[in-house]
C-alpha cells in the first residue's frame, strides 16, 4: 500500500507535537531566490525557530526556484511542509518545517514573484544562487555578455517603457533587480532589505555593486527612467552581509525511507543537514525582520571576523583533511579526521597556526569553535567526500590557506602545518593517484595549466624541488611573502618530498 504523501491534512495533533511545525505562516514577509535544500535546511529553519519563539505569523517564505520546478513540485503538494532530518554522530532526529508558504518557478511564474517582491507586507528578500548563479566576472561585476543577463536587461527596459507582458526571467540577479524596480514605481512602496546567504565574502556589499551595476547597464541600453530606481534602491534598500555555516548533503533513498518511518508520510522535499548551524548577519535592515536571534543566529555589526574564522578554521582545516586524506586512499571527511596522524596535523593547524591569527569576536570562543569543527568532520553522517571537497584547489586555497601562512610568517612563525596543506595539494595534482595506484580527479578551473606545470602523472620522489619551484611560478596562487620566505619554501618541498617517498 502507497504512504500517504505529507501534507497539512495529513498532520494530526500527535504528529505536530513531536515533529512540528508549531506554528504556521499566515502571510509572505520573505521572497526567498533560490530555494534548493541549502536554504530549506538553514535560513528557513532559523525562520521556523523563530516564529516558534515569538508566535509571529507574518514572516512566511515565497520560495523561488532557479532553472527548474522541481523544488515546486516536491512542495506545492505538500503545502510547503517537509522535514529535515538531521543526522549526528549519535542520533537521529526529524523535524518538519512550515515557513514556506509557496513555491513558483519563474519560468511560469514570474510576473506573481516581481508582484510579492513589490508586496508591502513583504521587508526582506534572501538569497542563495551560488556564486556562479550571479552571472558575475572575476572582477565582481556583471557579465554583461552572459545571454540569461541580457535578456533579463532587455525585459527591465521594456517594462521601464510601459510594456504590459511580463517575459520569464533568465536569471536571480535580473530577477531581483525587475522586482525591485517593481517595488520602487508601486505606491505603497517600503524599504526592503535584501540578504545574501551564499558563500561570498563581503556577500551583502558584492549583490548591492552588482544590482546596482545591472541597472547602470539597463539605464545605458535605454531605460532613462531606471534611474529613479536607481536612486531609490540607494536610498531604501540595505544589503547586509551574512556568513552562513551548515553541512546539507543531498537527501538520499535512504534517507528518505527513514523518514518516512519516522513521520508515517512521504515526504518528497527532503532535506537531510548536520545538527550545527550558524548564521552570523550584519544588523543593517531597512525594515522589519524576523527575531532571528530567538533561533540562535548572531546579529553583528562586523560579520568579517567570524567570516575569517570560519574561512581558515572550517575551510583550511577542511582542505588538509582532503588532500592528504584523498592521498591516503580515505574516501571520506570523517575517515580522516579519524586517521591519527591527520587529526593530529588537523589540531596542530588549528590550535597553533590559525587560531593565534584570528581576532574572536565578542562572546565567539575560537578554542571551542575548532573543537566543534573536529566533532563535526567526524561525523558520518555529512558524507562529505574528499575527493568533492578537494576541488577547485587553485580557487579556494588561496583564500583558505595563505591568510594564516601570510599572518604567521609576519609574527616570526614558519606554518609547518600550513606547508603540510600545500604540500599535499601540490602532491594530489601532480600525481594524479593514492599512495595506492588509484586514479585521483583533479577537478580545478585552472585543471590543464597546472597539469602542463606539474608534469602530471610523472612525477617522482627527486623532483621535489623543481615540482615547488613550478607551482610557485603560476601566476596569482602563492602570495609574494610565503613565496620569498626560504623557511615556508624549505617546508613545503621536505613536505612534498615526504609525500612522494611514500609512493
Keep these: 500500500m502507497t504512504t500517504p504523501r505529507l501534507r497539512t491534512a495529513a498532520l494530526d495533533g500527535g504528529l505536530i507535537r513531536r515533529f512540528g511545525p508549531t506554528v504556521r505562516q499566515e502571510q509572505i514577509g520573505i521572497v526567498h531566490l533560490g530555494i534548493g535544500a541549502f536554504h530549506r535546511a538553514h535560513q528557513a529553519v532559523f525562520t521556523e525557530l523563530a516564529a516558534a519563539a515569538t508566535g509571529e505569523t507574518r514572516w512566511g517564505i515565497l520560495g523561488v526556484t532557479q532553472r527548474s520546478r522541481s523544488v515546486a513540485d516536491q512542495l506545492v503538494p505538500q503545502d510547503g511542509l517537509y522535514g529535515v532530518l538531521q543526522k549526528g554522530t549519535h542520533a537521529t532526529e526529524l523535524r518538519l518545517i512550515g515557513a514556506v508558504v509557496d513555491v513558483a518557478f519563474p519560468g511560469e511564474d514570474t510576473a506573481r514573484v516581481i508582484r510579492a517582491l513589490a508586496a508591502p507586507a513583504t521587508h526582506i528578500v534572501t538569497l542563495t544562487v551560488t556564486e556562479k548563479g550571479y552571472r558575475a566576472g572575476a572582477d565582481g561585476a556583471p557579465d554583461l555578455g552572459d ?43 517600503r524599504p526592503l532589505t535584501v540578504v545574501c546567504c551564499d558563500n561570498i565574502i563581503d556577500n551583502g556589499r558584492f549583490v548591492e555593486a552588482l544590482v546596482l551595476a545591472v541597472l547602470d547597464a539597463a539605464i545605458a541600453a535605454g531605460g532613462e527612467a531606471l534611474a529613479t530606481v536607481r536612486a531609490w534602491v540607494v536610498e531604501h534598500t540595505t544589503f547586509p552581509c551574512t556568513m552562513v555555516d551548515r553541512i546539507v548533503p543531498a537527501a538520499t533513498e535512504t534517507d528518505r525511507a527513514e523518514a518516512e518511518q519516522l513521520l508515517g508520510l512521504r515526504d518528497e522535499g527532503l532535506v537531510v543537514a548536520e545538527p550545527f548551524r550558524q548564521w552570523v548577519i550584519e544588523d543593517r535592515f531597512a525594515g522589519p525582520r524576523p527575531k532571528w536571534e530567538k533561533a540562535g543566529a548572531i546579529l ?148 590543464d595549466e597546472l597539469a602542463a606545470a606539474t608534469g602530471r602523472g610523472t612525477v617522482e620522489a627527486a623532483d621535489a624541488a623543481g615540482l615547488v619551484s613550478a607551482v610557485y611560478a603560476l601566476p596569482d596562487l602563492v602570495p609574494a611573502d610565503a613565496a620569498a620566505d626560504a623557511g615556508f619554501t624549505a617546508a613545503v618541498t621536505s613536505a612534498v618530498e615526504g609525500l612522494l617517498a611514500e609512493y
Design 147 to 189: 545571454a540569461d543577463l541580457q535578456a533579463d536587461i532587455a525585459a527591465l527596459v521594456a517594462e521601464s517603457r510601459g510594456a504590459d507582458a511580463v517575459s520569464p526571467a533568465r536569471s536571480p540577479i535580473g530577477l531581483l533587480v525587475r522586482g525591485l524596480a517593481a517595488r520602487a514605481h508601486a505606491t505603497t512602496s
Design 300 to 447: 553583528t555589526d562586523d560579520v568579517a571576523p567570524f567570516e575569517q574564522a570560519k574561512l581558515r578554521m572550517l575551510n583550511g582545516t577542511h582542505s588538509l583533511l582532503a588532500y592528504e586524506g584523498a592521498l591516503r586512499g580515505l574516501r571520506t571527511v570523517a575517515d580522516a579526521v579519524t586517521d591519527e596522524r591527520l587529526a593530529a596535523r588537523a589540531r596542530g593547524f588549528l590550535f597553533d597556526e590559525v587560531i593565534p591569527t584570528l581576532d574572536a569576536p565578542d562572546g565567539f570562543d575560537l578554542a571551542e569553535y575548532a573543537e566543534s569543527l573536529l566533532e563535526r568532520f567526524a561525523n558520518p553522517g555529512t558524507g562529505h567526500t574528499t575527493i568533492q571537497v578537494a576541488m577547485d584547489g587553485s580557487k579556494k586555497l588561496p583564500i583558505r590557506l595563505f591568510g594564516t601562512v601570510s599572518d604567521n610568517l609576519a609574527r616570526g612563525v614558519v606554518p609547518l602545518r600550513a606547508a603540510d596543506v600545500f604540500a599535499a595539494w601540490i602532491v594530489f595534482v601532480a600525481t594524479g593517484r593514492t599512495f595506492d595506484g588509484e586514479p585521483l580527479a583533479l577537478d580545478d578551473p585552472r585543471a
